[in-house]
Each structure stands twice: as structure tokens, then as C-alpha cells.
């Protein structure tokens, strides 16, 4: 078993930054993704980050958006820089290939 809380989110204007993180309840060495979804969205990857620290974007978020593991930690950060509208949504920290999902942490980008 393992829980994943997720922190950092709230009200930030367009432009601005934010940095998610996730913690695990213990030592993981899966491939770890930070997913979000918007009002009446269905949920998408955002980012991935492997053990070894190979990182994925989706192409939205691409320049933007940083995925970071802190293994000694056992968290996984998202920073968010020049965040838009678009940005708005519950992001959700998940452990790939298994059924564990953290219970997400809104982000309101609002002027």
C-alpha cells in the first residue's frame, strides 16, 4: 500500500508561478505522473518522471512545467511557472502501472 498526497495548489493569477508536490507514504521506484483534470474534461497526463529521471511533457505544458523526484524525500514536485487559464484544474499525482492515485490538489489560474 501506498498514499500519495498531494499539496501546493490555490488561486494564482496568469503568469504566475506554483509548485505542486506529491508525497508517498514510502519508497517508490515507479515511473511517477502528475495528471490533472479541468471542469467537465475528462483527466490528462501532464508529466512524467521515471526513476532514473527521464522526463515527459505533454506538449500544452512543454517550457512551462518541471517534474523533479527527490528520492530521499520520497516526493515528487511540479513547478509550474507562467501559468494561463487553460492551467486551471485538480492535479493528481499517480504511481504508473498500479491503482494508486493521490486525492488531488486544486490550481484556480484567475485574474
Known amino acids: 500500500q501506498v498514499q500519495l498526497v498531494e499539496s501546493g495548489g490555490g488561486l494564482v493569477q496568469p503568469g504566475e508561478s506554483l509548485t505542486l508536490s506529491c508525497a508517498a507514504s514510502r519508497r517508490t521506484v515507479s515511473t511517477v505522473g502528475w495528471y490533472r483534470q479541468a471542469p467537465g474534461k475528462q483527466r490528462e497526463l501532464v508529466a512524467l518522471?521515471?526513476?532514473?529521471?527521464?522526463?515527459n511533457y505533454a506538449d500544452s505544458v512543454k517550457g512551462r512545467f518541471t517534474i523533479s523526484r527527490d528520492t530521499g524525500k520520497n516526493t515528487v514536485n511540479l513547478q509550474m511557472n507562467s501559468l494561463i487559464f487553460e492551467d486551471t484544474a485538480v492535479y493528481y499525482c499517480?504511481?504508473?502501472?498500479?491503482?494508486?492515485w493521490g486525492k488531488g490538489t486544486l490550481v484556480t489560474v484567475s485574474s
Open positions: 499517480h504511481l504508473e502501472g498500479t491503482d494508486y
Open positions: 518522471i521515471t526513476n532514473s529521471r527521464t522526463r
